[in-house]
């Protein structure tokens, strides 16, 4: 558990401190998104490996390797003088967090019987929960009192704790041993790689390039879609694959992780989105817009202790249908902000976004690895956590597209009615102009009234897409309920059918 808090107290940490590190970087907005762009997708390459190299390097020394560089990595981002070294930084403290979260879930999945593991992952999900109630509080108060490079400092007592306690507790069970003449699937992992990176690059960048206008763009998909072809036919060919795709025969496994990575797409989008929002709009500081998202973790530790004494007793899928239907409910609240908004009006909604997190991690996580058997576990948790990646990567990308956009769209339709035959429109640049006139001229003065019409076109128009990001969002919560009729729900003492390797 704690190895998985410092990794996602990282995370929801750097969020509120986007704005901060453009600034001090030298970075627009947009850029400042790589920093959890490059993380997410550094890790995504090494997720499904987890399995791989936990049988290599002994599950416990892998696990204590990863914490001492994801440890060495936050030191490194810290110090970092440019957006292209925090980025390295990140990118290397991403790959040493990739096996943290499938490693950590594999050592309790494998330590309870099914029937217990509900509860498992509940005690565990209180600690993935805590970190997000006070990473935005701590990462506000940090970047406004002292520096946001501090954010990333935090991570060194958690991860010197986190180094004695696996060390002390942790041990491999039998089929783990350590595997030293274990084959290295090379050109399974070198094909992985291209193909996430060349879709993350496009994901990021596609926006200022105009898309698949750019001749860069083509190139990148059709590079990507060649490697994601050769690494599953390699994969599915190879006596030593890296990644077990045949696992995926396993139908809750192949519907559980379909569904995590779209609700990593809903799931970062918000996140990303809610900082930015109260900022650069609204106004807030880093420390009061962590002070109104913090209240999600109020929800989700009552939510978690709820769903952990309900799992076992309950079908998982109406527990996830819950789930969904509340996420969807919170982000359509979100769907009705305003500028002139009170922070309640964004604190209730975090709740209730932060209430679904326990009717949606806990159950999804024990039903898609119910049917598993346990020497594959490791393999499904790299995989599972592997389409959350992608999914949060390509949600945090969708949505700030979207956001300029849908901010051109709606600048150019609200743009069209500003015109003199419009009444309202051309008194108020007259009462603006002889405001302004008094204290520079007339010229002056009609100049400083449409620049002050402007800015607020422009940001009713962000507005806007932001209330259409966050409904979009919603809308796709919604479309997850069909695929849960797609699970097998077993009972507790159903024994899971073999897989061939």
Not at 287 to 294: H, R, T
Request: hydrophobic share 50%.
């Amino acid at each position: 558990m704690l190895a998985t808090f410092m990794e996602v107290l990282d995370t929801s940490v750097a969020t509120v401190s986007l704005p901060h590190i453009a600034g001090s970087l030298s970075a627009t907005t947009s850029e400042s998104t790589w920093v959890l762009t490059s993380y997410l997708i550094s890790n995504a390459i090494v997720l499904p490996t987890s399995g791989w190299l936990s049988s290599v390097l002994g599950r416990r020394r892998y696990q204590l390797a990863s914490v001492a560089l994801f440890t060495l990595a936050s030191m490194w981002c810290g110090a970092a003088n440019s957006l292209g070294m925090l980025i390295l930084a990140r990118v290397v403290q991403g790959a040493a967090g990739g096996g943290l979260q499938p490693v950590s879930q594999a050592v309790l999945l494998e330590s309870f019987p099914v029937e217990k593991r509900g509860q498992a992952m509940a005690a565990y999900g209180m600690g993935i929960i805590v970190s997000p109630l006070v990473g935005p509080l701590l990462g506000g108060w940090i970047t406004d009192s002292y520096s946001w490079r501090w954010i990333f400092y935090v991570n060194v007592p958690v991860g010197i704790l986190a180094l004695v306690m696996i060390s002390t507790f942790v041990e491999d069970p039998p089929y783990i041993a350590r595997q030293v003449k274990a084959a290295i699937d090379y050109w399974g992992l070198g094909f992985l790689a291209i193909m996430l990176t060349c879709f993350q690059v496009v994901l990021d960048k596609g926006q200022e390039a105009d898309w698949f206008g750019a001749l860069w763009v083509r190139c990148f998909v059709a590079i990507a879609t060649v490697a994601l072809v050769a690494f599953i036919v390699r994969e599915l060919r190879t006596t030593a694959p890296i990644v077990n795709l045949k696992i995926f025969v396993n139908r809750n496994l192949a519907t559980g992780t379909f569904l995590i990575g779209v609700l990593g797409i809903i799931i970062y989008g918000t996140t990303t989105l809610l900082p930015l929002f109260l900022q650069d709009l609204i106004g807030y500081t880093a420390y009061n817009s962590g002070l109104a998202v913090a209240p999600r973790g109020i929800g989700a530790i009552a939510s978690m202790l709820l769903a952990g004494n309900l799992i076992g007793r309950y079908d998982e899928r109406l527990l996830i249908a819950f789930g969904v239907i509340v996420r969807g409910i919170s982000l359509l609240m979100l769907g009705h902000l305003n500028l002139e908004m009170s922070m309640g009006s964004v604190v209730w909604p975090n709740i209730v976004n932060g209430f679904a997190n326990g009717f949606l991690f806990v159950p999804l996580t024990t039903l898609t690895m119910k049917t598993l058997p346990k020497e594959l576990i490791g393999a499904g948790t790299g995989l599972y956590n592997l389409l959350r990646n992608m999914g949060a990567s390509f949600g945090i990308s969708l949505v700030t597209t979207l956001l300029v956009r849908d901010e051109q769209k709606h600048q150019t339709n609200q743009g069209a009615h500003l015109t003199a035959t419009n009444p309202v429109y051309w008194n108020t640049v007259q009462r603006l102009t002889h405001y302004f006139a008094v204290q520079g001229g007339t010229a002056a003065g009609s100049a400083e009234a449409l620049g002050e019409i402007y800015r607020a076109l422009k940001q009713q128009a962000m507005l806007l897409s932001y209330i259409d990001d966050f409904r979009l969002l919603g809308y796709l919560s919604f479309l997850c309920i069909p695929f849960l009729f797609f699970f097998r729900n077993t009972g507790a003492k159903d024994r899971p059918a073999p897989i061939g390797h």
